[in-house]
Nanobody, 127 residues
């Protein structure tokens, strides 16, 4: 399994930007699809974005498409979530997740496909 630690949450005003990082341990990072999920107060955890092993393919929830960007650096075992044009409804705990599913050109988007999870980092967007 991959151990994951999220870094970079905080409080930001609406319209602002924030970048989350996820540091992964383990030699299999480059063979894992990576994803970001979030859970808002009183709501279920939902998919935000995922990226394939090589980084060549990425997927986004409709609610963040065009505003969020997921990238990865396999040499450093890091995955990032750049969040721009933030809205109050983006307020949530954000989780990094790893999956052995997918390939160099595809990544899963369903929570059950991800077997390793970080502890989460809080993002608050004030209006």
């Amino acid at each position: 399994q991959v151990q994951l630690v999220e870094i970079g949450g905080g409080v930001v005003q609406a319209g602002g930007s924030l970048r989350l990082s996820c540091a992964a341990s383990g030699r299999t990072f480059s063979r894992n699809s990576m994803g970001w999920f979030r859970q808002a107060p009183g709501k279920e955890r939902e998919f935000v974005a995922s990226i394939s092993w090589s980084g060549s393919s990425s997927y986004y929830a409709d609610s963040v498409k065009g505003r969020f960007t997921i990238t990865r650096d396999n040499a450093l075992n890091l995955v990032y979530l750049q969040m721009d044009s933030l809205k109050p409804e983006d307020t949530a705990v954000y989780y990094c997740a790893a999956s052995s599913s997918g390939s160099r050109w595809s990544a899963p988007r369903s929570e059950p496909d991800f077997g390793s999870w970080g502890q989460g980092t809080q993002v608050i967007v004030s209006s």
